[in-house]
């Protein structure tokens, strides 16, 4: 069975100070990785994905992930965070024959 | 291309009440999730349905089930509402099963 561990369920920052949100899977099988974030009373937007490829992805907003195989490891990063990009954060992991699962998910702050 | 859209928005409802929402997903899309969301669960997968089948189930009790119609709508009815059964209920559509997944904006359900 798949897992997802978030590993901060709360990240403050200050404004464009650089962030990571951290996100470790279990899967015996190869994996689908997934980054969501979601505003209040709002659903789940995807922000990037990786299937397969370049270890490195890029999303929307300025973010971008790595897929660390070895560590089992899909880690969220952006350089630079806005006010805007104050939300709740979801890391997901899904495979083929497998319903998605999601992590507990990581409130990002970002502070003036 | 219209986004997945869920009605109703929002839902009050009484204790062993029964409820229908609604799920209408991207058109050309055949596969349906259903996800609830708590501040003390988190998302949490309910059932998915892809070409009128359901492939995959958690781990709610019998009162949660769903439908899901020739062209791709999805129901899911609960039974019997109790005060627990209060929360966001997302829906999501992909393209194919076990595929990235698009969500609607969620029905929140109030039960008093």
């Known amino acids: 069975a798949q897992s997802v561990t978030q590993l901060d369920s709360q990240v403050p920052v200050f404004e464009e100070a650089p962030v990571e949100l951290r996100c470790n899977y279990s899967?015996?099988?190869?994996?689908?990785l997934f980054w969501y974030v979601q505003y209040p009373n709002q659903g789940l937007q995807l922000l990037l994905k990786?299937?397969?490829?370049?270890?490195l992805v890029k999303g929307i907003n300025g973010f971008e992930a790595e897929f660390n195989k070895s560590q089992t490891s899909f880690h969220l990063r952006k350089p630079s965070v806005h006010i805007s990009d104050t939300a709740e954060y979801f890391c997901?992991?899904?495979?083929?024959?497998?319903?998605?699962?999601f992590g507990a998910g990581t409130r990002l702050t970002v502070k003036p | 291309k219209a986004g997945v859209t869920q009605t109703p928005r929002y839902l009050i409802k009484t204790r062993g009440q029964q409820v229908t929402l609604s799920c209408s997903p991207i058109s050309g899309h055949r596969s349906v999730s259903w996800y609830q969301q708590t501040p003390g669960q988190g998302l949490q997968f309910l059932f998915e349905y892809f070409s009128e089948t359901q492939r995959n189930k958690g781990n709610f009790p019998g009162r949660f089930s769903g439908r899901q119609f020739s062209n791709s709508r999805s129901e899911m009815n609960v039974s019997t509402l109790e005060l627990g059964d209060s929360a966001l209920y997302l829906c999501?559509?992909?393209?194919?099963?076990?595929?990235?997944?698009?969500f609607g904006p969620g029905t929140r359900l109030t039960v008093l």
């Open positions: 997901a992991v899904t495979s083929n024959n497998n319903d998605m699962r």
């Open positions: 999501a559509s992909s393209l194919r099963a076990y595929n990235e997944q698009f």
């Open positions: 990786y299937l397969s490829g370049s270890t």
């Open positions: 899967s015996s099988v190869s994996v689908y």
